[in-house]
């Protein structure tokens, strides 16, 4: 059964995922805080990107830069005039929503006016009204002030996207790394954007984590690496876990596409309220390179030695959420099944994904087997990430590890003290099978198929 919103957000409190920001004050405007699994699982979605995007790759490079921006930044690259989103206000209850983004309803006939034929308008989701002021662009970006004096000239911004730390590097990294087009950047971290709606539990926050690659080509190999971007960002979400039919990729029409874009296409997941987002891959062109040169003064260009000439290479940019590839890895993962005529609730996570690999749980907290059971632990404590649990019965301790989707759980018993052995149990089938703690490691790591 697919799982209820209702029911992730539940499951995400009660077992430590996410919580509610401020939550001991009443919460704080969509923020949420990563608890123990949650910064486990976030930590893996980066490290599962970063493995495929930079180690597997010779022409990728990793990159880290400031959160705190010039504005000057902002304002060559455009987003000081269009990183914009139409604001509205309700006239009966006057809360405020992105245009955009509205539902529509049939619309309502003013009093005694006859029936009109059926028309859908905007309609504010709150008081159900049908009257909005004229929409007016609001910008998303955070402006903050650096230093003690809150005048024009200390004004800085919080970024809103990674991708413009790639591009005012480009020199440095082209001058340091000695790379030759196709080559590309890649960078994790925190952006801000201060969204009209926020909503949907992290779906969209204003303070979030991306996962960007910035991919430099010849201008007339543009298409062919766009369409080699698409496909291999979908791939990686079924790699790790998620059913083709819960995916699609989807083309931004004309009128949608971003000032910098040639073409855009989405990956989106089938969401418990509908298809949403969980990436966007960009033909950037040459706009912010050339942007970025015209009003710094720099030389954004690639020099080839060899031809003796000169470009400034085209962008293509696969950008990802890491709170949405978790969310959509929660719910593509979210199983429940009967196991010996119980219902039991299971995270089915693939095990780079999943917080923890392995669970070793003692049969009992008695000295001798605790003692075992820490020698146990200490021996997969280097190789994966391990919960150790001792309290309940066994039969709670596995419901509790299915349902955080430990993929593995390595059992010490009384007789292990007698033949140094211990049963491994497998989340998604329930197998059991017992195995000498010298043989451990090796059984546990080709059981989770790295
Ligand atoms: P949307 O259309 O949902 O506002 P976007 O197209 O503006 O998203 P991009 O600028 O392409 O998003 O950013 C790349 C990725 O960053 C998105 O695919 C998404 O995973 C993530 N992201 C963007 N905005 C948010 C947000 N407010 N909260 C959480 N993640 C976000």
Known sequence: MPVSMEELVRLCKARGFVYPSAEIYGGFRSTYDYGPLGVLMARNVKDAWWRSMVQLRREVVGLDAAVLSSPRIWEASGHLKNFTDPLVDCLSCKQRWRADELPLAPKRPAPGAPEPAEEMVPTCPNCRGQDFTDA???????????????DEGAVAYLRPETAQGHFVNFANVLQSEHLVPPFGTAQIGKSFRNEITPGNFVFRTREFEQMELEYYVPPADASRWFDYWCSERFDWYVRYGIPREMLRLRHHAEEELSHYSAATVDVEFAFPWGWGELEGIANRTDYDLKA??????QVLEYFDSATGQRYVPYVIEPAAGVARAMMAFLIAGYTTDEVA???????????????????????SKKENLSSFALEVLAVLQPVVMCDYDDTRSIGRRYRRQDEIGTPLCVTVDFDSLEDKAVTIRDRDSTQQERVPVDRLVEAVTSRLAW
């Open 136 to 150: 007016r662009p609001f910008n998303l970006m955070f402006k903050t002030f650096v230093g003690p004096l809150e």
């Open 292 to 297: 970025h040169a015209a009003a710094s003064g």
């Open 341 to 363: 005529g119980e219902q039991r609730t299971s995270l089915r996570l693939h095990p780079r994904i999943a917080p923890y690999q392995v669970a070793v749980l003692p049969l």
